[in-house]
């Protein structure tokens, strides 16, 4: 990867016009840094014909990419249609972290849904590092994959009774390798105590996206269309009709709404259930081998009344450049459409460098900033499946919380299998028609 130079003054943080036809095409306007040394976004072509296929996938991103590359090696023919590029809505947003560290902690979704959901959640997540890793090996994609120790550690506002009661339920949930540590990991502050989360891992994810998507294209069973807008969807028994904006129709015995938010709702009522927030990110300019390469994460401040407590997040990235590497933080998330004034968009950007200039006593500058969605599931667990109401075969995949990497591949795993008619041992737990108390 390389660094492009941007200015590190507040401008960065400040943008109001859409450059270019990528931003257009995604969920804000500020650029992450992953498109910068793919120099030609993800584009194939657009839909210009009827077309006839087992399984139609509505969205381009880690959950519609990874779903059509395990139907793909199951036989199925598949049309996947993505609005923008591949990569181009949250995806390439994420700062891709790959972990089994739930963000909504484990201790309370054993409260929520017990202990034996608990551990189905921690299997679950641990296997889609697993799968996200032997993909990579299996079609030799180079996105930068890296296991690392993830590292959780306290907000101010937080007590080290909260690091106890998280390691209890990791260890009621199976996560046996984690560990309270008593020194910390950082010179730069003193975040001890925490708890290392071994065998995590981080990738490039626009790097992945297009290795796995490259892979199925070869495969004449996988077609792929982007700057293509699925308008309507016409349910039957059998086979439903997608119609694209351009008045195209694709035919499918089964849909997959891989939007990350879902685009059919009406019967659903996902959005009951779940809450978009918007999460914000800066990379800045850190010497080669200067932070010990692993993932970061606090505990959120504890003081907000939100149902998410904002967190601060934090990775390495390593660069091609001889002596810089890039530190990406991320967190300062809300509710969305609660704070759309400029100069409370720009704070948060700014209360977000001063915490990273004090974790990691940073000298150099943010060359990048920008934000995205996430969705946010009221009882911490994503809604992968069926979509609830009458429909027998339409599938949705959404509420992946800040794990969406874990939570797009697990949708994948689920997806396949429910579509083939096969029992997954996950499928119960995320089921988008379960109630939420
Ligand atoms: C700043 C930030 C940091 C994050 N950090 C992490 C992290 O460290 N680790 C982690 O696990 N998760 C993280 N997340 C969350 C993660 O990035 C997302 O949950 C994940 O990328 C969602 O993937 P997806 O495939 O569900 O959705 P998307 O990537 O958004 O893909 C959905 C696609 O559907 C397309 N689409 C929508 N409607 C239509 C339509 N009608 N017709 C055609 N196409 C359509 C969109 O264009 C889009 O490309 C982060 C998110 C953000 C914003």
């Known amino acids: 990867m390389m660094i492009t130079k941007k200015s590190p003054s507040l401008s960065l943080y400040s943008k109001t016009k859409v450059d270019s036809y990528w931003e257009v095409r995604s969920s ?51 049309a996947i249609l993505e609005d923008g590029y591949i990569g181009s809505g949250e995806t390439g947003r994420t700062t891709a972290h790959i972990t089994h560290a739930l963000d909504d902690r484990y201790y309370n979704i054993e409260k929520k ?178 932070i010990p390469l692993a993932l970061y994460w606090d505990t959120g401040n504890q003081k907000l009344k939100d149902h998410v407590k904002a967190y601060h997040y934090a990775r390495i990235q390593k660069t091609e450049d001889k002596n810089f590497d890039l530190l990406i933080v991320g967190g300062e998330d809300h509710k969305t459409g609660i704070s759309i004034n400029k100069n409370d968009f720009e704070a948060r950007f700014k209360r977000l460098e001063l915490w990273m200039r004090k974790i990691f006593s940073l000298k150099g500058p943010v060359v990048y900033a920008w934000s995205g969605q996430v969705m946010e599931p009221l009882d911490s667990l994503a809604f992968i499946g069926p979509n609830p109401g009458k429909d027998k075969n339409i599938y949705i995949a959404t509420g992946d919380s800040g794990n969406g990497m874990t939570h797009g591949t697990i949708a994948g795993i689920i997806l396949c299998d429910l579509i083939q008619g096969k029992d997954n041992p996950w499928a119960n737990l995320y089921r988008p028609d379960r109630k939420i108390k």
């Not at 807008?229 to 129709?249: N, V, W």
Request: hydrophobic share 35%.
């Open 28 to 78: 804000g306007q500020m650029e992450s840094p992953w498109f910068d040394n793919l120099r030609h976004p993800l584009r194939f072509n657009s839909l210009d014909q009827n077309i006839s296929v087992d399984v139609a996938i509505i969205g381009g991103g880690i959950a519609g990419i990874t779903t059509a590359y395990l139907l793909s090696r199951s036989g199925k023919s598949v």
């Open 113 to 290: 849904k017990g202990p034996t959901n608990a551990r189905l959640a921690a299997e679950s997540h641990t296997a889609a590092i697993d799968f996200i890793d032997d993909a990579i090996r299996e079609e030799r994609i180079d996105c930068e994959f890296e296991r690392l120790n993830g590292f959780l550690f306290l907000d101010k506002s937080d007590k080290e009774s909260s690091l106890e009661r998280e390691l209890k339920a990791l260890r009621n949930a199976g996560i046996s390798k984690a560990t309270m540590i008593n020194d910390s990991p950082l010179e730069s502050a003193d975040i001890s105590p925490c708890i290392c989360f071994p065998d995590q891992a981080q990738f490039q994810p626009m790097r992945y996206l297009t290795g796995i998507a490259h892979s199925m294209n070869t495969d004449k069973e996988v077609q792929i269309f982007t700057e293509t807008h699925a308008q309507d969807i016409k349910r039957a028994e059998t086979d439903s009709i997608i119609k694209t904006d351009k008045g195209h129709t694709v035919t499918a015995q089964s849909i997959v709404l891989a939007t990350n938010a879902p685009i059919v709702d009406k019967v659903s009522k996902i959005y009951d259930k779940q809450l978009a927030y918007r999460t914000y990110a800066i990379a800045a300019r850190i010497r080669k081998n200067s």
